[in-house]
């Protein structure tokens, strides 16, 4: 099987029939000129003027050949290029629509990554907060603890965002303990309190405000302690789907609020 010419090859090929069939085309002028002159100088010499007649006809036939014939072969040569440039195209276009796959991908990926690793924060506006907590410590007087999984930075820079509100409200904040751990594992952010607080409000606030409250796998609950009528740990980040994820293990599971 032959194999197919380069785009180099193609080129060389129609520059060099291109050549041929102008060199045609001069040996049918070097041809009509021959005639020309035979017709002017050979009039009494007709031996002479019918082999000038036979050479120039000669001539002019081989050069409306060599037009004909390299002339087809160039055009031949230049729609094997334009076939050549077109699939070269396609094959560029196709790359690039798998390169654009791949950055799509990429940067799907690269969003998951952030969504993962991404610090926890409060909302930026705190104003809303401050003040239902600075009206229901008005009403009842709050006094907050703060436990933070061990070992857990970004635990941690969450539970400390977490008592800089109460701070803005002026809010007691008696025990803050960085180093928590309550047994079994909880995930998320959890809440507790005394009958003293009306915990569904505080928990309705939070969760107005964009807080995200977590997920026990076992039976581990957490207590206001010294002194404290409101708790709240916060336990490691919410993995993605974490529900989804629990269901799957067990059907009957449901997201448990340590209220």
């Known amino acids: ?22 060199l045609g085309a001069w040996i049918v002028v070097i041809g009509l000129l021959i005639e020309i002159a035979s017709a ?25 050949f060599c037009e004909i014939h390299f002339g087809r072969k160039s055009r031949m040569s230049a729609d094997a290029l334009q076939l050549e440039s077109e699939k070269n195209i396609a094959a560029a276009m196709e790359r690039a629509a798998i390169l654009e796959k791949e950055a799509a991908e990429s940067r799907e990926r690269t969003a998951q990554i952030e969504q ?9 506006d705190t104003s809303k907060l401050i003040k239902i907590f600075s009206d229901l410590n008005s009403k009842t007087q709050i006094r907050v603890q703060i436990n933070c999984q ?11 965002e977490i008592a800089n509100i109460f701070k803005l409200c002026s809010i007691d904040i008696v025990h803050f303990s960085q180093n928590f751990h309550l047994g079994t594992p909880v995930i998320g952010l959890q809440m507790a309190g005394t009958n003293e607080l009306n915990l569904e409000e505080i928990h309705s606030a939070l969760i107005e405000n ?23 740990f916060v336990g490691s980040k919410l993995p993605p789907d974490i529900h989804a994820l629990l269901h799957n293990l067990n059907p009957n599971s449901k997201r448990e609020l340590n209220i």
Not at 43 to 63: F, H, P, R, T, W
Not at 150 to 160: G, I, M
Not at 210 to 231: W, Y
Request: glycine share 4%; with cysteine; proline share 2%.
């Open 150 to 160: 061990t070992s857990d930075t970004e635990a941690l820079c969450y539970a400390l």
């Open 210 to 232: 964009e807080f995200e409250f977590g997920v026990r796998l076992g039976q581990a609950s957490i207590t206001p302690q010294n002194g404290a009528n409101l708790c709240f």
């Open 116 to 124: 993962i690793t991404a610090f926890r924060h409060i909302p930026k």
């Open 40 to 64: 002017i100088w050979l009039d009494a010499e007709i031996k002479y003027e019918k082999y000038s007649l036979i050479v120039a006809n000669s001539l002019i036939a081989i050069g409306v």
């Open 1 to 22: 099987m032959k194999a197919e010419k380069t785009i180099d090859e193609l080129k060389a090929d129609i520059s060099q029939n291109e050549a041929y069939a102008e």
